[in-house]
């Protein structure tokens, strides 16, 4: 794992759910389903308990330039207070948005993991890491190797000869409105927050109440209208079934 360049995983539910599994993410406790559109009648085919959104898009042109428009802006201005507990990597390593997309999901939802399993060795190796130290510790550990290559090769489509591409992958998760706590920190509250390892931190995307409905409308009017390309691919990590 301490190549500077690793194979894109696919976005697709087989390809993320066995890397979880595999990685230590107990099967009954969720599962990655794909999101076929962003009305209502097709949000509504996702299962109830969404607890993370993932969406790859193309990283081009206008969205490209509004994400570094932004994040300048957030470096100069500040932005809403996000919750200090969520767990977010900066991303150095060529290829690895769909790791990181993963790592988000998993790590910020309320799921269990296997004692001694990659991802519970991995959490509690990062716990007092910062996020530059966390992805240091990702590129040398061997702890996903096996795990990343075998999902990135189960896709349904050919590992390219040429790695390069302009797809990226980004989460979204819901965190407590750390502003509105009262003396004995009971959330009254809860906002989308925004993990892409491509940015300079987390990033707040408002209050939310639903947080499938609220991601698919930001995705809406912040990602689709400033591309005319169809490469876009939501999944949700949603509550198990029994």
């Given amino acids: 794992m301490s190549e500077s360049r690793w194979i894109p995983l696919e976005s697709n539910p087989d390809v993320f759910n066995g890397w979880a599994i595999d990685a230590g993410l107990v099967a009954s406790q969720a599962q990655f ?7 209502t009648e097709l949000l509504g085919m996702v299962s109830a308990g969404v607890k993370a959104v993932t969406l790859l898009f193309p990283c081009t042109g206008t969205i490209a330039a509004k994400r570094k428009e932004e994040d300048e802006k957030i470096a100069a201005q ?5 919750d200090p507990t969520i767990f977010w ?4 390593i060529t290829n690895a948005c769909g790791t990181m997309g993963l790592l988000h999901a998993l790590i910020n939802s309320d799921v269990t993991f296997a004692p001694e399993s990659p991802l519970a060795r991995f959490i509690e190796e990062c716990k007092d890491k910062t996020p530059l130290e966390r992805i240091k510790f990702l590129e040398e550990t061997s702890l996903f190797e096996q795990i990343h290559t075998s999902a990135a090769v189960s ?5 390219p000869e040429d790695l390069d591409t ?8 819901k965190a407590p409105d750390v ?4 003396s004995e920190n009971k959330v009254r509250g809860w906002h989308v927050v925004e993990l892409d390892g491509g940015r ?11 947080l499938l409905q609220d991601v698919a409308r930001f995705v809406k009017e912040h990602y689709i209208k400033d591309s005319k390309s169809v490469n876009f ?9 029994d």
């Fill in 33 to 39: 389903e794909d999101i076929y559109g962003l009305d």
């Fill in 78 to 82: 500040g932005q809403y207070p996000i």
């Fill in 89 to 92: 990597m900066k991303q150095t």
């Fill in 155 to 159: 896709g349904q489509t050919t590992v």
């Fill in 166 to 173: 302009y797809l990226h992958f980004t989460c979204f998760v």
């Fill in 179 to 182: 502003t509105a706590g009262d």
């Fill in 200 to 210: 300079n931190g987390p990033i707040d995307r408002g209050e939310c109440t639903d």
């Fill in 233 to 241: 691919s939501m999944m949700a990590l949603c509550s198990g079934r």
